[in-house]
């Protein structure tokens, strides 16, 4: 089991960690350490133990402030995929909506033939009319 040595404010420490950790736990150091030095920063000295305690807890509030954050992300998230797939879905419905059918396009041919009929019966009406 590695032993590590960290600086947690003015004071020294060796703590032990299991194989692979020593990153880790520099890492966890080195954020505890940071908030010891903004209460070592403050006029008033602590004694070692409420500034560790002090500087643990600022850690914690920030771990609890940020997990906070993340359920809210999720959350929001969560709430613009269920947005995105009600789109989709509703685009989806405009595009069959916006589709014709057979049956309509079935009517219109109907009607422009129809129409070219009656047309050519005219010219051909006029075109008689002429000769």
């Not at 040595?5 to 692979?20: A, N, T």
């Not at 520099?26 to 002090?54: D, I, V, Y």
């Not at 906070?68 to 685009?91: F, H, M, P, Y």
């Amino acid at each position: 089991m590695p032993e590590v040595s960290i600086r947690i404010g003015e004071r020294l420490f060796k703590v032990s960690c299991q194989d692979g950790e020593e990153g880790a736990l520099h890492q966890a150091a080195g954020l505890l350490n940071t908030e010891a030095k903004t209460l070592e920063g403050q006029s008033r000295r602590l004694p070692e133990a409420q500034m560790l305690l002090m500087a643990g807890l600022m850690v914690a509030d920030k771990h609890v402030s940020a997990a906070s954050n993340k359920r809210q992300l999720e959350e929001t998230v969560a709430r613009q995929e269920a947005q995105i797939k009600d789109l989709e879905g509703q685009l989806e419905q405009g595009r069959i909506q916006a589709a014709p059918t057979e049956d309509k396009v079935s009517e219109a041919l109907a009607r422009i033939a129809e129409r070219a009929e009656a047309l050519a019966e005219l010219a051909e009406e006029k075109s008689g009319a002429r000769a």
